[in-house]
């Protein structure tokens, strides 16, 4: 099997609101429940950190390997359907040898059919100081040619409880023969930030400025959390049709696992798909695109279809070109409405919460295409 040869190094950012409160470490139910009842006292802040983050998928010993992928995984310029899982070290430093302040643990999925654009469901585990023992999840779209790319945090445990932010990936390093990576993020030190900004000066990967009416890279980001107290909360609303065309020559949902009794279950029990379906203004399938949804659906349910969506829409229309909404969600398909929670984004989504309602219109079963309608309606910023 042919694996893509890279050897990265990335520069992240993160900026994330914390609620603060001292003894967030002792954990166990009763210390968690005593630091919700602190709630009301602690104060919401804003922290910065910063590393890198080293991803390593060649040599003897790769630190991101794939699991699974479609028959037509290596026939797809974007190698479409590739998924891996990672443990990837995350250093003070861009070296390899930097010191480590933890990992990156989680699934990276190839998730468009022609760009290298990854789905990144992971947790950012610490290893050191006083975030050792504490976490950060991240559900987000990661365009990697793309200068800045923002994944939204969408929570954390132990110091991080709570934690809401964005991460700011930045390629400074880009082997072509390896396929290794190192990414840098941002912590609350003045000599990290000086690193940071040395970095990012020696950047490879070409500029490609998106979402023109928001600022993007870390320090935007940064002035857009430092106005956040300024900042009112407002509700979007948003209507698009999700076309899952399974069936056919152009498949946009592509299975990349199953398990040897999938095919007996009367739910598909453990089928994995990666989409890349287009979202419409209208249900005709030749009707304008506003955007893309890209991610994973998995079957996970015994009693009835019911599907574990983690996916990304991308937005490509005039309005939110360039910004993405995360969801994380349970979509029992048989049922007439479904809702799935929106779990963050970034651009003008950054923050985002809220709620996506799935309504199907069209089903074929011969197929199993289908076009679902979506209402989405959001708080953001
Ligand atoms: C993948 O290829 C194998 C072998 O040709 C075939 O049995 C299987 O049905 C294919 N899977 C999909 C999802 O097309
Ligand atoms: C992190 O915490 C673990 C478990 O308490 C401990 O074994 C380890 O030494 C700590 N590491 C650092 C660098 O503080
Ligand atoms: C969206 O942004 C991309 C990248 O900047 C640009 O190429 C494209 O033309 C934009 N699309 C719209 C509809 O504005
Ligand atoms: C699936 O079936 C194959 C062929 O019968 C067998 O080799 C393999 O061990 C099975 N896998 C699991 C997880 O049961
Ligand atoms: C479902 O798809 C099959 C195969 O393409 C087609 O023959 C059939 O007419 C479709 N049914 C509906 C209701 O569209």
Same mark, same amino acid.
């Not at 992971?122 to 987000?140: A, C, H, P, Q, R």
């Not at 079957?299 to 991308?314: K, P």
């Given at each position: 099997?042919?694996?893509?040869?890279?050897?990265?190094?990335?520069?992240?950012?993160?900026?994330?609101?914390?609620?603060?409160?001292?003894?967030?470490?002792?954990?166990?139910?009763?210390?968690?429940?005593?630091?919700?009842?602190?709630?009301?006292?602690?104060?919401?802040?804003?922290?910065?950190?910063?590393?890198?983050?080293?991803?390593?998928?060649? #040599?003897?010993? %790769?630190? =991101?390997?794939? *699991?699974? +992928? @479609?028959?037509?995984?290596?026939? $797809?310029? !974007?190698?479409?359907? /590739?998924?891996?899982?990672?443990?990837?070290?995350?250093?003070? #430093?861009?070296? %390899?040898? =930097?010191?480590? *302040?933890? +990992? @990156?643990?989680?699934?990276?999925? $190839?998730? !468009?059919?022609?760009? /290298?654009?990854?789905?990144?469901?992971?947790?950012?585990?610490?290893?050191?100081?006083?975030?050792?023992?504490?976490?950060?999840?991240?559900?987000?779209?990661?365009?990697?040619?793309?200068?800045?790319?923002?994944?939204?945090?969408?929570?954390?445990?132990?110091?991080?409880?709570?934690?809401?932010?964005?991460?700011?990936?930045?390629?400074?390093?880009?082997?072509?023969?390896?396929?290794?990576?190192?990414?840098?993020?941002?912590?609350?030190?003045?000599?990290?930030?000086?690193?940071?900004?040395?970095?990012?000066?020696?950047?490879?990967?070409?500029?490609?400025?998106?979402?023109?009416?928001?600022?993007?890279?870390?320090?935007?980001?940064?002035?857009?959390?430092?106005?956040?107290?300024?900042?009112?909360?407002?509700?979007?609303?948003?209507?698009?049709?999700?076309?899952?065309?399974?069936?056919?020559?152009?498949?946009?949902?592509?299975?990349?696992?199953?398990?040897?009794?999938?095919?007996?279950?009367?739910?598909?029990?453990?089928?994995?798909?990666?989409?890349?379906?287009?979202?419409?203004?209208?249900?005709?399938?030749?009707?304008?695109?506003?955007?893309?949804?890209?991610?994973?659906?998995?079957?996970?349910?015994?009693?009835?279809?019911?599907?574990?969506?983690?996916?990304?829409?991308?937005?490509?229309?005039?309005?939110?070109?360039?910004?993405?909404?995360?969801?994380?969600?349970?979509?029992?398909?048989?049922?007439?409405?479904?809702?799935?929670?929106?779990?963050?984004?970034?651009?003008?989504?950054?923050?985002?919460?809220?709620?996506?309602?799935?309504?199907?219109?069209?089903?074929?079963?011969?197929?199993?295409?289908?076009?679902?309608?979506?209402?989405?309606?959001?708080?953001?910023?």
């Amino acid at each position: 099997m042919r694996t893509p040869n890279l050897i990265l190094v990335l520069s992240y950012s993160i900026l994330i609101s914390l609620l603060v409160s001292a003894d967030a470490l002792q954990k166990g139910p009763k210390n968690v429940e005593k630091w919700f009842k602190k709630l009301p006292n602690t104060k919401e802040k804003v922290t910065k950190l910063h590393f890198y983050f080293h991803d390593v998928v060649s #040599g003897k010993n %790769p630190t =991101s390997i794939s *699991v699974a +992928r @479609a028959n037509s995984t290596f026939t $797809s310029p !974007s190698y479409f359907g /590739l998924v891996s899982i990672i443990d990837n070290p995350l250093t003070l #430093g861009s070296g %390899p040898k =930097s010191k480590v *302040v933890g +990992r @990156a643990q989680g699934i990276t999925g $190839s998730a !468009s059919s022609d760009e /290298l654009c990854l789905l990144m469901t992971l947790n950012f585990v610490f290893m050191d100081g006083k975030y050792n023992e504490s976490t950060l999840s991240i559900v987000g779209y990661n365009p990697i040619n793309y200068e800045y790319r923002e994944m939204p945090i969408v929570g954390g445990s132990g110091v991080f409880r709570l934690a809401r932010g964005i991460a700011t990936a930045n390629t400074a390093k880009f082997n072509a023969k390896t396929g290794n990576a190192v990414v840098e993020y941002n912590v609350m030190d003045k000599e990290m930030d000086k690193l940071c900004t040395i970095l990012m000066l020696f950047s490879i990967v070409s500029v490609i400025t998106h979402a023109k009416n928001i600022a993007q890279g870390p320090e935007a980001v940064e002035d857009w959390f430092k106005n956040l107290p300024n900042a009112k909360e407002k509700v979007t609303k948003l209507h698009f049709y999700f076309h899952d065309i399974v069936g056919g020559k152009n498949p946009s949902a592509i299975t990349v696992a199953q398990s040897n009794s999938t095919f007996q279950s009367p739910t598909f029990f453990g089928l994995i798909r990666m989409m890349d379906n287009a979202l419409t203004v209208g249900p005709e399938p030749d009707s304008k695109i506003v955007g893309r949804a890209q991610g994973i659906y998995g079957s996970a349910s015994f009693e009835e279809i019911g599907l574990l969506m983690t996916l990304n829409y991308v937005f490509t229309g005039d309005k939110y070109n360039g910004s993405t909404i995360s969801v994380l969600g349970h979509n029992p398909i048989l049922h007439k409405y479904r809702e799935m929670p929106i779990v963050g984004g970034s651009g003008i989504f950054r923050l985002a919460r809220g709620i996506a309602t799935a309504q199907t219109i069209w089903f074929n079963l011969t197929t199993q295409d289908a076009v679902v309608e979506y209402n989405v309606i959001v708080l953001h910023y």
